[in-house]
């Protein structure tokens, strides 16, 4: 114990040393840290930093409430006087003493210095609901010899010895502390402001594979990991909204093969610019099954499968929000999957993914197959998270991430005809962790597909062009 003390107080001493200090070089480097951060951060959630230091990262943050954790008093005087609207408490990582509990929880480049790092992730539980997220961001480790030969050289201030931890170390650690890593993320090259130069390094090249592996800032993202036995079969009522073009044939089945399940099913028709009778049969069946369904039915004014699902989800009252699709290429079999997926805390947006099993002789044509793959392997490097199908239909998030969503609809636009890409890149702002869940995908047995392969791929490229500037290349 007494090692754990003095190595403490070796720590605190150096803090000491360098709170208050100018930092015109470090400060590039800590306001990467702070912006990365700050990207993850919605306006409405609470924050906790532990290790809050002089307060820059929370000082840049824009959430409604912040807290930060110190053990040196003299950087805590600095912080309170440069942000003197945020709560800087004394404290240490050890044993934290709050009783609150955040959205966001920050460790920033301090699992160097601490002694025993499984407890301080341990005590991260005190002040962590189920939906609270963790940030660690440290040195990529292959940097190590880079920094001890600038602090060697007097390039850069001397620390007392530190761990070196590979992001594999962090992760093990966040697990046996009882946190999943669902993401994570290298950024920075050049930590040093040199004019063009570390603008190009920084914000292109440090974000390309091969690259990328080289970054100096390291960002683990980590959340509480789910209570296996809760049972959650009847937690959360579902709004199932079906967009329908044109399906007049398969209305009817989408209502007798959706099977039960959770608190309550809404279902919620919308029928967009239909040249068959497929309004006329919304209508017809939902007098039909009124006594035994609850079915709402809606016309869309704009055009495009996300304009129909847009004004669906405005009319849900479920828990949980999914689609879908009216072709009934995803067998509504499957839906009660979907459900167990995100009650269970697998995750909090499930995507499904229809290129796992085979396929039927029709249901997917052979381009299809090739776009979406193509797609596939876009979006998991966007988006950093494995993502096998980006366009099937069938997507489930809760509502109440839905309508944090809207809020953030404003970053990327309306620009999304499809509806698939608006939650995608909605989910990934707002830090959810996305989960395929495979599906076996079936040929269509009514009506022909309302996708244009060529000319929806040509959209689906702009796309990806407009979220690397958004998500990768901001």
Not at 181 to 197: D, H
Not at 238 to 261: C, H, M, Q, W
Not at 362 to 391: C, H, V, Y
Not at 455 to 471: E, S
């Amino acid at each position: 114990m007494s090692g754990y003390v003095s190595k403490q107080r070796v720590f605190k001493e150096y803090f000491d040393s360098i709170a208050g200090k100018k930092k015109t070089v470090k400060s590039y480097y800590w306001k990467s840290i702070s912006r990365n951060c700050d990207y993850f951060i919605h306006e409405d959630d609470k924050v906790l930093e532990i290790g809050s230091g002089t307060g820059q990262l929370l000082g840049y943050a824009k959430a409604k409430y912040k807290v930060g954790i110190d053990f040196s008093e003299k950087m805590l005087e600095v912080a309170r006087a440069n942000y003197p609207d945020i709560d800087f408490r004394y404290g240490t990582a050890e044993n934290l003493e709050l009783d609150e509990k955040f959205d966001v929880i920050i460790l920033s480049n301090i699992v160097g210095c601490l002694d025993d790092i499984q407890v301080v992730f341990e005590q991260l539980h005190k002040v962590c609901h189920e939906r609270t997220r963790i940030i660690v961001t440290y040195y990529n480790y292959l940097w190590e010899p880079i920094i001890k030969f600038g602090e060697a050289i007097g390039f850069k201030k001397k620390m007392p010895i530190q761990n070196w931890l590979s992001h594999h170390d962090i992760i093990n650690l966040l697990y046996l502390a009882g946190f999943e890593t669902y993401k994570m993320q290298r950024r920075m090259l050049l930590p040093y402001n040199v004019p063009i130069f570390a603008f190009v390094l920084n914000k292109y090249i440090s974000r390309l594979p091969f690259f990328n592996i080289f970054g100096l800032n390291q960002f683990v993202f980590a959340r509480p990991i789910s209570d296996p036995e809760e049972d959650v079969s009847q937690k959360y009522s579902t709004t199932v909204v079906i967009p329908a073009r044109n399906e007049s044939g398969n209305i009817e089945d989408a209502i007798t093969r959706l099977p039960k399940f959770g608190k309550h099913v809404e279902i919620i028709f919308i029928e967009g610019n239909s040249t068959d009778d497929t309004w006329e049969t919304i209508q017809r069946i939902q007098e039909k099954y009124k006594d035994t369904h609850d079915i709402k039915i809606g016309q869309q004014l704009g055009k495009g499968k996300g304009d129909a699902v847009r004004k669906g989800y405005g009319m849900a009252t479920g828990d949980i929000l999914m689609i879908l699709d009216a072709d009934l290429t995803v067998p509504p079999e499957d839906i009660p999957k979907f459900y167990d997926a995100l009650a269970k805390g697998k995750g909090e947006f499930i995507n499904g993914a229809r290129l796992v099993y085979p396929m039927e002789n029709n249901a997917m044509r052979f381009l299809n197959t090739l776009g979406n793959k193509f797609f596939s392997i876009a979006f998991s490097w966007l988006l950093e998270q494995p993502i096998k199908d980006s366009l099937c239909g069938t997507k489930v998030m809760f509502r109440k991430d839905y309508i944090k969503l809207i809020g953030n609809r404003k970053f990327f636009g309306e620009f999304d005809p499809f509806g698939d890409f608006d939650l995608l890149f909605g989910a990934y702002k707002l830090n959810l962790k996305i989960i395929d869940l495979p599906i076996r995908y079936q040929e269509r047995v009514y009506g022909d597909t309302n996708i244009s392969r060529f000319k929806h791929g040509v959209i689906l490229l702009r796309m990806c062009m407009y979220a690397a500037g958004k998500i990768k290349f901001w």
